[in-house]
């Protein structure tokens, strides 16, 4: 079941819903560095990383699990034309994580789905091992 958060215009509780205007809807043609098809990605404002970017799809959706086939497929083959882009600016970078959050409780803020592309070198953090499972700082070293 998909859980829609509603927002109202404050002291009318009566009124109709509106939801904030979305980011990635509202976006400056300009911020684009790449498009594929249904997909398009820009670099992160808040990057962890040099080259950290976000693939958007250019439908508004909720969450990765509300992508058609053929938006993940498009955001596929844009994550892999952008990971040969950056290997091939920056000989440093010889890894990567690709992360998605689904839900406040996984951490997403944005609610318009995007898939997080992030290059990776060595000795960018002093332990890696777990990568992702970094989430849950507890469970990362297994």
């Known amino acids: 079941m ?16 509106f939801h904030p ?7 400056n043609p300009a911020a684009v560095v790449a498009r594929y098809k249904s997909v398009y990605a820009i670099e992160d404002t808040s990057p962890v990383s040099d080259n950290h970017l976000l693939i958007i799809p250019l439908r508004h959706c909720e969450t990765y699990f509300d992508l058609t086939d053929q938006e993940r497929s498009d955001a596929h ?7 040969l882009k ?3 600016s920056d000989p440093l970078v010889d890894g990567f ?3 998605v959050n689904c839900g406040e409780t996984a951490g997403q803020t944005i609610f318009h789905t995007h898939i997080h592309l992030i290059p990776r070198k ?9 990568g992702v499972r970094g989430v ?5 070293n297994y």
Not at 77 to 83: A, C, H, N, V
Not at 122 to 130: C, I, L, S, Y
């Open 2 to 17: 998909k859980k829609t958060i509603e927002f109202f215009k404050k002291g009318n509780m009566n009124a109709k819903p």
């Open 77 to 83: 083959t844009l994550i892999e034309q952008l990971r």
């Open 21 to 27: 205007p979305c980011p990635f809807c509202k976006l």
């Open 86 to 88: 950056i290997l091939r």
């Open 97 to 99: 994580n690709i992360g």
């Open 122 to 130: 060595k000795h960018d953090t002093p332990h890696p091992r777990g």
């Open 136 to 140: 849950i700082p507890d469970r990362m």
